[in-house]
């Protein structure tokens, strides 16, 4: 069994998914915020539920999407006791463990790039973060770095592993993807075969440029990604969902829908869409339908016709009751259905601060009052 491996080309980053095949549970490492998507859209079409997201340090070149993980997917966050990342739920010590389904994860401490920094074991592979990387190793002239430490995790942690050991980094520069213990141990040009001495020296002449969102980077990844004064209400998210493609929402809707990709359908009554406001140019099919009743056959028909091939079709109802119920018909009906978060009434202090007759909602659908 291999970990899904991906990548950020902005960064070079490599996030990766390790899962479970028997539950489905799965875990995340080093997660990009530019990503979010492409990473929840993989963990849905695999079919993998999120439980923990492990950072290997407090990144200098990117920020995690960690943070938003923990708020949109419910996953817990860890990171390493020693990288001052305080609102991880859970901070890792030397040989800790970490259980997801039948699996399980033991953290390495690995100082040198960072001071806290910590591989991740699982069973004959590591994450090596930005300790030990392909023919080379993390830097170690900042952030609490240190060469010697470095070499000592080389040479006396990450080494010791089994020969056969894969190894999958958190960068890679020139396109590689993966290696192995006994391949970095005989030939890796910075450490294979040199004394601390020369690792030393080797290390010191590098002189490498800082990363160019270090100090952007640094403080927001000491809160998981995420800004104290930065609620994530309006962000496009999407999610994985029982019974129906997904869960989006309303802003992520509306770009969908504005950019052709999607139909919107508003399943509320007509007397909703006449006392409480409208979505100009959606398209209204009433969900008229409760548990026991019979199919109803109008919804149907309706919904077919007004959802063009390969579109996907997006519900919204007041609170995002009904347009659950309907999505979960439309995909028996063969279609790519969404259910829009909040629905229509949204967040109520938003509601609040809406004008009277209309204009563009906070969470960007636009709206009108009859
Ligand atoms: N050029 C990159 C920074 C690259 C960099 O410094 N990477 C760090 C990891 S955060 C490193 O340890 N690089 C080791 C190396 O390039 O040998 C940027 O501006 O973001
Ligand atoms: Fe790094």
């Not at 030397?94 to 033991?106: P, Y």
């Not at 790519?336 to 109520?348: C, K, R, S, T, W």
Request: with cysteine; hydrophobic share 40%.
């Amino acid at each position: 069994m291999k970990p899904i491996q991906l990548f950020d080309t902005a960064s070079s980053t490599y996030t990766y998914i390790v899962f479970d095949p028997a539950s489905h549970d799965a875990i995340i490492i080093d997660p990009v915020d530019a990503q979010l998507m492409r990473d929840l859209k993989v963990l849905r079409e695999q079919g993998l539920r999120l439980v923990w997201a492990l950072e290997t340090h407090a990144h200098a070149d990117h920020i995690t999407s960690a943070g938003q993980l923990a708020e949109l997917a419910g996953v817990k966050t860890t990171a390493p006791q020693g990288c001052g990342i305080n609102s991880a739920s859970v901070l890792l010590k030397d040989g800790d463990t970490l259980d997801f389904g039948h699996e399980q994860v033991r953290a390495l401490h690995t100082p040198g790039h960072t001071a806290g920094s910590m591989c991740f074991v699982w069973r004959d592979h590591v994450f090596t973060g930005d300790t030990l990387l392909i023919n080379g190793c993390g830097r170690t002239d900042f952030q609490s770095g240190s060469a010697a430490a470095m070499y000592h995790s080389l040479t006396e942690v990450l080494f010791k592993l089994p020969d056969a050991t894969t190894i999958w980094p958190g960068h890679d520069y020139q396109g590689r993807s993966h290696s192995t213990i006994g391949h970095e141990k005989a030939g890796n040009a910075r450490v294979a075969g040199k004394t601390l001495p020369e690792f030393i020296a080797i290390m010191d002449s590098l002189h490498l440029p800082p990363p160019k969102r270090m100090n952007e980077a640094v403080p927001a990844n000491l809160h998981l990604g995420l800004r104290h004064d930065a609620p994530l209400l309006h962000a496009l998210i999407e999610r994985a969902a029982e019974g129906y493609a997904g869960d989006v929402s309303a802003a992520l809707a509306a770009q969908w829908w504005q950019q052709g990709d999607a139909v919107l359908v508003d399943v509320r009554t007509e007397a909703e869409l006449a006392w409480v406001g409208f979505v100009p140019g959606a398209i209204p099919i009433p969900w008229k339908q409760w548990p026991g009743m019979a199919m109803n056959q109008a919804f149907d028909e309706t919904l077919q016709a007004a959802v063009p091939k390969g579109k996907k079709v997006l519900f919204l109802c007041r609170s995002g009751v009904r347009s659950i119920a309907a999505a979960k018909r439309a995909t028996e009906l063969g279609l790519q259905a969404y259910n829009i978060l909040e629905g229509f009434e949204g967040d109520p202090n938003e509601q609040a601060q809406r004008g009277q007759r209309g204009g563009w909602r906070g969470n960007g659908l636009p709206w009108r009052q009859s």
